[in-house]
């Protein structure tokens, strides 16, 4: 049979939730309220459109380095089918991945490799190497860029949709915003690489304005996405995020604890009914047994 509710327990535990409900609802109007949360959120969804921006931007390069050779004319359509096909693989498996791992360092990896593959397009423009070399190495830098862009994009949802509406508005605002700022630092890279050289008749062989053009342009966008790890770190530690993160496991674990508590509660329905199914197969097998000695009495009887 069920036991009847009682009061004084449930009273309780309505208050406990009242209590964690106010404390949310207080820390999320603060942290909405808070621009400071709003301009991270901005700079982390620049962070996120970022590599793609830079790398379709800086085609022009790319294809500088290509001359000559005939995978000049199929290097647009490869970069944008390998980045986007890695791009969807990578962004599955971190959206399937994305409880099982800690957003903030997922953020800070993220960037981290971003920065660092960055980093290795602006040193790419020193070297000189064999175009199927180069082309090689674009591609597998393009394939690293998107699935660390992918694990960056969740973990930077999964955090903006702690703090309310503002926090994702200002992360779709930045990858808005990005495209923007990326094609205008590219001109005036180029117009900064263009400044000074010689006049066309007296021309030095070893120029090369889109190189100088790529050097400045891929060497901000590692000082902006150092700049974006630092800043979330600075995210971190401010008490609104603390205090919401908190929340968040407070109010996760207590609903976790109430529906196991529902299920295994003495007295609740799912108990009855597991009772109920253990009496009646321990039933059926009294019933068994006891059917089973009858007949074996019965066949030595007959042996007799």
């Given at each position: 049979m069920l036991s009847r509710p009682r009061?004084?327990?449930?009273?309780?535990?309505?208050?406990?939730?009242?209590?964690?409900?106010?404390v949310i609802v207080d820390n999320s109007i603060a942290a909405e309220n808070d621009p400071r949360i709003r301009w991270i959120h901005f700079?982390?969804?620049?962070?996120?459109?970022?590599?793609?921006?830079?790398?379709?931007t800086a085609t022009p390069y790319f294809l500088s380095r290509m001359e000559g050779s005939p995978l000049k004319s199929t290097f647009s359509s490869y970069l944008s089918t390998t980045f986007t096909a890695a791009n969807f693989l990578f962004l599955a498996h971190a959206t399937a991945t994305s409880k099982q791992s800690s957003m903030t360092r997922r953020v800070l990896l993220s960037i981290s490799w971003l920065a660092v593959l960055s980093f290795m397009l602006t040193m790419s423009t020193y070297m000189h190497p064999h175009p199927g070399i180069f082309f090689a190495f674009v591609l597998l830098n393009a394939i690293a860029q998107a699935a660390a862009g992918s694990y960056l994009q969740t973990a930077v949802v999964a955090i903006a949709s702690l703090f309310g509406p503002s926090a994702m508005q200002a992360v779709m605002s930045g990858q808005a915003a990005v495209g923007v700022a990326v094609s205008g630092v590219q001109v005036l890279s180029a117009a900064a690489s263009m400044r000074g050289s010689p006049a066309p008749e007296v021309v030095v062989a070893e120029t090369n304005p889109e190189e100088n053009s790529a050097f400045?342009?891929?060497g901000l966008s590692t000082l902006f996405l150092i700049a974006s790890a630092a800043i979330h770190s600075w995210l971190v530690s401010l008490p609104s995020y603390k205090a919401i993160v908190e929340q968040t496991s407070l109010d996760r674990r207590?609903?976790?604890?109430?529906?196991?508590?529902?299920?295994?509660?003495?007295?609740s329905l799912s108990?009855?009914?597991?009772?109920?199914?253990?009496?009646?197969?321990?039933?059926?097998?009294?019933?068994?047994?006891?059917?089973?000695?009858?007949?074996?009495?019965?066949?030595?009887?007959s042996l007799r």
């Open positions: 009061p004084s327990l449930d009273l309780e535990l309505e208050d406990e939730e009242l209590n964690i409900a106010e700079v982390l969804g620049c962070a996120v459109l970022l590599p793609w921006n830079a790398l379709i400045i342009f891929f207590t609903t976790a604890q109430e529906n196991a508590g529902l299920l295994d509660e003495p007295g108990t009855d009914i597991t009772d109920t199914g253990n009496c009646v197969r321990k039933t059926i097998l009294f019933g068994l047994r006891r059917s089973t000695g009858s007949i074996m009495w019965l066949l030595l009887m």
